[in-house]
């Protein structure tokens, strides 16, 4: 019998997380002071997040110690396993060998706690007793609120109203985790009260909670804001993820000719692929290729400019370079498979100019019906977003199967579905439909981009 599952002891944790600044053979471009147009300095974040995390935001040096207190958390279901999928392989077919890594086993079912402890640490460390922060679907709430309970720090969290109403059973992991959930856009900041004002039923969007969990921050001097995706510091610390995984595939006496990840704002798939990237950008492994799948209908690597835009909609955040859709965005309430965002991490914009990444966009009703043969085949109820990746996967695969070439594929599978049963009963259901991000819409947000510089 060939082997299923490859896993690494408790002690194998990594020590370090892994920077790829350290190895980018160009910089990052600056992030903007939206007043001034200068690059930010620490002291323009020091309102926001503690010193630790800013540090990390622009350093460049290669290994970045994980401390002890957050490697302890990670224990509870670090490391995580790495499976070979020979049931998916035998449907399909294939004489692909397909691989995925699996984050759905931690505590809120997710990748998300990887950032979400260290963060609530590092706060904690800084004397910080309150975080605010956004979610859209409520994983990043959930996964910030576990953090806050392990660090005993408390967390309000700025829920997407649309996701607030329809979906409540991540309010609840919240408030079961002891954290304050408020739905977005909300009576308690400006700029929940300037949205209600023009659009009373707003269904919120990811980039007016982050304004309000901005602005809730701002307004206290006890309080910290955190951010579950996009930033350098987030995608640093899910590194662990990849870096388990260079060796699990190691185990496996294997290397990946093609990994796919989804990407919202991008962290789950660089947290996986970042330390393979390394081998491309030195050269060790030039035909690597790493397939970015984001949703038809909030597709910014493929359809938006790579320019400076604001992070959150009233525009409070810095500027940053990345491929974005425009602050404005609304993502279609007829969109189930979550991947919201507007914008994307730097680190895999700058990595797609350097052409080291590729990019695909899929549409959502076969995202699911991948879901479905992967839960028909391999067992496990996927999260809708990695779904979009193992769509591409099975694509691949079967790609394999008429060429008869045997590719290495490597999922990164970034979370469970069981809190989206809704989403896979409007798939079943016949509810859901395809919906594809009209190109007039992106020219629109173009013309309300920052003018830079
Ligand atoms: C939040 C989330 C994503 C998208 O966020 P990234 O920062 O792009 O990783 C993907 N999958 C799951 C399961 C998530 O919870």
């Not at 949703?295 to 974005?324: N, Q, R």
């Not at 199967?401 to 979370?415: C, D, F, M, V």
Request: hydrophobic residues 35%; negative net charge.
């Amino acid at each position: 019998m060939e082997r299923t599952k490859f896993t690494l002891d408790e002690t194998e944790i990594p020590t370090h997380w892994y920077n790829v600044q350290a190895d980018l053979p160009k910089p990052l471009p600056p992030v903007l002071h939206p007043g001034t147009g200068n690059p930010v300095t620490p002291d323009d974040l020091a309102p926001l997040f503690p010193m630790e995390l800013i540090k990390q935001e622009v350093s460049t040096e290669r290994w970045i110690e994980i401390p002890e207190e957050v490697r302890d958390v990670y224990q509870l279901w670090r490391p995580t396993t790495l499976f070979r999928a020979h049931r998916l392989e035998k449907a399909l077919d294939t004489p692909a060998k397909i691989f995925y890594k699996y984050e759905g086993t931690s505590p809120p079912g997710s990748h998300k706690p990887n950032t979400a402890v260290a963060q609530a640490y590092y706060n904690k460390q800084e004397g910080i007793k309150r975080i605010s922060t956004e979610t859209g679907a409520g994983q990043w709430g959930s996964a910030l609120s576990f953090g806050g309970a392990c660090f005993g720090v408390e967390i309000t969290v700025y829920m997407v109203r649309i996701s607030y109403d329809q979906k409540p059973y991540r309010r609840i992991m919240m408030e079961v985790w002891g954290a304050k959930c408020v739905p977005s856009p909300s009576e308690d900041t400006k700029a929940g009260r300037d949205m209600l004002a023009k659009w009373p039923d707003c269904p919120g969007s990811l980039g007016l909670a982050i304004s309000e969990a901005v602005e809730d921050c701002m307004s206290r001097d006890d309080t910290h804001y955190a951010l579950g995706s996009v930033l350098n510091h987030v995608l640093l610390h899910q590194t662990v993820n990849g870096l388990e995984a260079k060796k699990l595939m190691e185990k496996a006496d294997a290397y990946p000719d093609i990994i796919v990840g989804c990407i919202g704002g991008g962290s789950n798939f660089a947290g996986l692929f970042l330390p393979f990237v390394k081998d491309k950008i030195d050269g060790t492994r030039p035909d690597l290729r790493i397939i970015n799948v984001e949703p038809m209908s909030a597709p910014s690597i493929t359809k938006g400019p790579y320019a400076y835009d604001f992070g959150d909609v009233a525009g409070l955040t810095p500027l940053i370079k990345m491929y974005t859709l425009g602050h404005s965005f609304i993502p279609p309430p007829i969109h189930a498979g979550g991947l919201r965002y507007h914008g994307m991490a730097p680190i895999i914009c700058h990595l797609h100019q350097l052409g080291l990444v590729e990019a695909r966009a899929e549409h959502q009703l076969a995202t699911f019906e991948a879901g479905i043969t992967f839960a028909r085949t391999e067992g496990i109820i996927s999260a809708p977003e990695p779904c979009h990746n193992i769509k591409v996967a099975i694509d691949e695969a079967l790609k394999c199967r008429e060429s008869g070439e045997s590719k290495t594929i490597l999922i990164a599978h970034s979370g469970h579905g069981h809190v989206d049963m809704a989403a896979y009963d409007a798939y079943l259901s016949g509810k859901l439909q395809d919906y594809e991000y009209p190109e007039d819409k992106v020219k629109e947000a173009l013309a309300e981009l920052p003018k830079v510089g």
